[in-house]
């Protein structure tokens, strides 16, 4: 092993740290932040680096931009914390399989946290995106994108929707990559657009399951949902 010689850190990456460890040690969500000019004078660096600084936090959905108001600390937690990674996510080999089996850990884990804060509400509109997604798969047999990208959405927000019934903002956080992001990226490359004719009931299945608290019924129809996922990428 060679030792390097140890880099010291540009400016933006130290006016980078001390933004976030003020707001992780002082702030709450819904605090605003100081104006850029004084955190320039504070930090006694360069406004064009703090506005820098600033928009890495921007980026990652901790702050976000009021009109009259400033800067305002939105979420503690990333919104996105892959963003910047998309890009060389998207030409990754391996990311398809790689993405496939989070999603499925994670749903899975997402299951019994689920059945503890499932609603009446949610399974109502839960429910209700099932019936949308029925519907939406008989059309795109004969019509055209449209109906088969908003067939995507609406897939997309089912399962958002049954993440988020963890009430993990952990979890959260991850749902642009595993679900918005597979989806969009990767499904329709991989032929999916037209995946397995009964996954549109099992919708209907994993719902039920919430509904009774059926939790091996629920891992069950999770892991079977998924597992087509695994098929493709085993057939190649």
């Known amino acids: 092993m060679v030792l390097q010689p140890v880099k010291c850190k540009n400016t933006v990456d130290i006016a980078i740290e001390t933004i976030g460890n003020f707001i992780a040690e002082t702030m709450h969500v819904g605090d605003t932040l ?40 939105a979420r503690l937690i990333p919104h996105d914390a892959y963003a ?26 997402c299951a019994e946290r ?20 029925c519907t939406l798969s008989t059309k795109t047999a004969t019509t055209a994108d449209k109906n088969k990208k908003l067939l995507r959405e609406t897939d997309i927000e089912f399962h958002t929707k049954i993440m988020k019934l963890s009430h993990n903002a952990l979890i959260d956080s991850m749902i642009p990559l595993v679900i918005e992001f597979f989806e969009n990226e990767f499904l329709e490359k991989h032929s999916f657009i037209n995946r397995r004719e009964s996954g549109y009931q099992e919708h209907f299945d994993i719902v039920e399951a919430l509904e009774k608290k059926d939790l091996p019924k629920l891992t069950e129809l999770i892991r079977s949902h998924l597992q087509s996922y695994f098929n493709k990428e085993n057939s190649k």
């Open 114 to 133: 689920a059945i503890k804060h499932v609603t009446t509400q949610d399974i109502k509109e839960l429910t209700r995106l099932c019936e949308k997604i």
């Open 34 to 73: 100081p104006s850029e000019r004084e955190l320039a004078e504070q930090l006694q660096i360069s406004r064009n680096i703090t506005r820098e600084a600033l928009q890495h936090f921007r980026t990652l959905g901790i702050i976000e931009s009021k009109p009259k108001t400033g800067a305002v600390v």
């Open 84 to 109: 910047g990674y998309k890009p060389f996510l998207a030409i990754s080999p391996h990311t398809f399989q790689d993405l496939a089996h989070l999603r499925l850990t994670l749903e899975l884990g």
